[in-house]
């Protein structure tokens, strides 16, 4: 009798260990803001809590982490590529960490709409650990401008049509400008650019230059703005700030069909695109475009 129950035992003894283990593996999602536009990347901050008394390794196996999104209204969210994957980490025991992937190309979720948002880790012996679910919400926005435009495809020589679109989204305590670059029905989305706070006290100025980059520069508090410059991908080409100086800074387009800013003091900041060092061109338009990667 002692001898059959010895395997009981000792299997009962490692699924104990197992449960202790999952019990002192915490997993959370957190979500930075609650409302996304359409296309809009959506960064998820991914916190693990180890509390098993010994080092902990996460990613060595294939598909450790999974995402799962679903929708509040219940038709189906498809998956349409591969998670993100922040590779092979370590936890000391009685530390936390925090990683944070964008979730957005994995996942369709162009339907607005109010979504839930999980992750389940595989980790410490084999144990599969669930978050709780955070919520967001995915919205249009107010459209405020649009410019359809022309490119020609590098790789193909054919020219296409596409849209740029300046997108405004009210949230509690601010509006964001966003800027979208679709084909020419606004179905398909090539790329979503958050341009940051705005002021409902000045509309946005947008001006597209003869190679088809979008040129925007928009007031975001009292005394700054913000310039943004965009290319026919979606790719981010150049931002900076500046300030009222003797003029408030404006768009003007030469007879070349050139954009740059004019008027105001151009202020440096830290996110600056490109940055500081590598900046030969401050005047706007002459900037050349960045192949996207």
Not at 158 to 172: C, D, F
Not at 199 to 220: T, Y
């Amino acid at each position: 009798m002692v001898t059959f129950l010895k395997p009981l035992l000792k299997a009962w003894a490692a699924c104990a260990c197992v449960a202790r283990v999952l019990a002192q593996v915490e997993v959370q999602v957190a979500m930075p803001q609650e409302l996304y536009l359409v296309g809009e990347p959506i960064e998820v901050a991914l916190r693990i809590a180890n509390f098993t008394g010994t080092k902990a390794v996460f990613g060595k196996e294939p598909d450790w982490l999974r995402f799962n999104v679903e929708a509040s209204a219940g038709f189906v969210v498809n998956r349409v590529a591969d998670g993100p994957d922040p590779g092979e980490f370590s936890l000391e025991s009685s530390t936390r960490g925090t990683v944070r992937l964008d979730i957005q190309p994995t996942f369709d979720l162009t339907r607005p709409g109010r979504y839930r948002v999980s992750a389940t880790v595989r980790g410490p012996a084999g144990g599969e650990f669930t978050s709780s679910e955070a919520t967001l919400e995915i919205v249009r926005g107010t459209k405020l401008w649009e410019k359809d435009f022309g490119v020609t495809m590098e790789d193909s020589g054919i020219p296409v049509a596409r849209k740029y679109l300046l997108s405004q989204v009210s949230m509690l305590r601010e509006s964001r400008l966003y800027i979208r670059v679709t084909d020419a029905s606004e179905n398909g989305n090539l790329r979503t650019v958050p341009l940051g706070k705005t002021v409902s006290f000045n509309r946005a100025a947008c001006s597209v230059d003869r190679q088809s980059r979008l040129h925007v520069l928009h007031q975001f508090d009292a005394s700054h703005y913000r310039y943004h410059h965009v290319g026919p991908d979606g790719v981010l080409l150049a931002r900076r700030t500046y300030t009222f100086g003797e003029k408030r800074p404006q768009l003007r387009m030469s007879e070349a069909g050139e954009v740059a800013v004019v008027g105001g003091d151009r202020k440096k900041s830290a996110d600056d695109i490109p940055a500081e060092a590598r900046s030969k061109a401050d005047e706007g338009g002459s900037t050349a475009p960045k192949k996207a990667e």
